[in-house]
């Protein structure tokens, strides 16, 4: 396989662009379990789910969430 270099990747279009991240990302996502977390990590992982925890109806469903970021109501 050809090693890809950043320009190669500039020479893409954005939709080709966009799919090669994609795909990048379904490689990385199908082996998630051999992705470690440092410890610092971890704490901040253990104190927001205990935030929550503590008040389960102060966050937002990622539905609103989304609607936010994108400017849609």
Known sequence: ??????????????????????????????????VELTEEEKKVIDERLEAYHQNPNLGSPWEDVFKRIVGKK
């Open 1 to 34: 396989m050809k090693k890809i270099t950043v320009t190669d990747t500039l020479d893409l279009s954005i939709p080709e662009r966009i799919q090669l991240v994609e795909d990048i990302w379904d490689t990385i996502a199908a082996e998630a379990e051999l």
